[in-house]
């Protein structure tokens, strides 16, 4: 049975990884939108750890369905932890936000994105190779 280009494991994680530093780079806003709102608490996103859950799964040996019936092995969620970012300086306003902080981590969370993005348009121009090949 040929697998399916949308059940590739390497794009599945990447597509995984790109939806984390997505929402990284959404709270990453947030933060910033936020600099001068009394009381708030800058927010990070955690993708790595769901990522490395999911490559802990596609290191598991799986079984092959025979039949369609089979129950599969995968399960299909996983959840992002967006949590308040430790350290930094609380303000008297009570916010912790730091302007210099969420630039570093703009700038590399857009170099990690676009290297995942040109990994995944390598891969799709390899496999496009492939097809087109005789």
Do not use: C
Request: charged share 20%; proline share 1%; aromatic share 2%.
């Amino acid at each position: 049975m040929i697998n399916s280009i949308t059940n590739d494991e390497a794009l599945q994680t990447a597509k995984l990884a790109l939806d984390g530093l997505s929402l990284r780079q959404q709270a990453i806003s947030n933060n910033l939108s936020n600099v001068d709102t009394p009381g708030y608490q800058a927010q990070t996103v955690d993708f790595e750890s769901a990522l490395q859950r999911s490559l802990k799964r596609l290191d598991r040996v799986e079984l092959s369905a025979t039949n369609s019936a089979h129950i599969g092995l995968r399960s299909s969620g996983t959840k992002f932890d967006i949590t308040q970012r430790s350290g930094g300086t609380e303000r008297a306003d009570q916010n912790n936000v730091d302007i210099d902080t969420e630039l570093i981590d703009m700038s590399e969370t857009g170099i990690q994105y676009q290297a995942v993005s040109q990994q995944v348009t390598k891969k799709l121009s390899l496999l496009k190779a492939i097809a087109t090949s005789r």
